[in-house]
């Protein structure tokens, strides 16, 4: 069955260290795997994908992930986290007719 | 407007009764998906529409749930006889769907949802 975890309900990160939010996957093919991100009250934003191509994705606000073959992985990382970065995380992999299918979310918690 | 706007942004009905959500797409896009969100869980697949194919339903999760489009514009989902557990966040998203490049047409933008409260 194709699916997604995000196996951590929260992460908490001091400022200024470094982050990174998991996620595994099961689908059939090559996938096609994303990030977005929630902020309180308001809707789902895009983060970055990856498709094809350099397993090392970068997308907006320095957040970058490493696509992992062998271990269908898509961990979402950032080098030095910022206050402003709390929030919800969600992982997804497209299957037919480009739909997502999500991970339960990650809530991300940043101290100052 | 730039974004997927949704309307109301907060419904609270009494059991049974019925309610219509509604969903205005970038425009442009030809893709729409509604999704339900349950307090601390993640999206959960609801329908698609894609131009003037027949839509995918397969995430309605019961005959009390249906949904329209009118071509590439509007969308409602219409939730009748609501019971408690329908209490969720909506939200709605749209996408190129087949057109444009292969990562725009996977990107989709999302409205803030319509918070559904059932008494």
């Known amino acids: 069955a194709q699916s997604v975890a995000q196996p951590e309900d929260q992460v908490n990160v001091a400022e200024g260290n470094p982050l990174t939010v998991k996620c595994t996957y099961s689908?059939?093919?090559?996938?096609?795997l994303f990030w977005y991100v929630q902020y309180p009250n308001r809707g789902l934003q895009f983060l970055l994908k990856y498709i094809t191509g350099d397993n090392l994705v970068k997308g907006s606000y320095g957040f970058e992930a490493e696509f992992n073959k062998s271990q269908t992985s898509f961990h979402l990382k950032k080098p030095s986290a910022l206050v402003s970065d709390s929030a919800l995380y969600f992982c997804a992999v497209r299957v037919r007719n480009y739909q997502l299918i999500w991970g339960a979310g990650t809530k991300l918690i940043i101290k100052p | 407007g730039a974004g997927v706007s949704q309307s109301p942004s907060n419904k609270v009905t009494e059991k049974g009764k019925d309610v219509e959500l509604r969903c205005d797409p970038i425009s442009g896009h030809t893709a729409l998906y509604w999704y339900r969100q349950r307090l601390g869980q993640g999206l959960e697949f609801l329908i698609y529409f894609q131009g003037n194919s027949a839509p995918d339903k397969s995430g309605l999760p019961s005959d009390r749930f249906s949904a329209e489009r009118t071509g590439e514009s509007v969308s409602t989902l219409t939730i009748q006889r609501t019971q408690q557990e329908d209490s969720a966040v909506y939200l709605c998203?749209?996408?190129?769907?087949?057109?444009?490049?292969?990562?725009?047409?996977?990107?989709?933008?999302f409205g803030a949802g319509t918070r559904l409260s059932v008494l």
């Open positions: 998203a749209s996408s190129l769907g087949f057109s444009g490049t292969e990562l725009a047409k996977n990107i989709q933008y």
């Open positions: 689908v059939s093919g090559n996938p096609y």
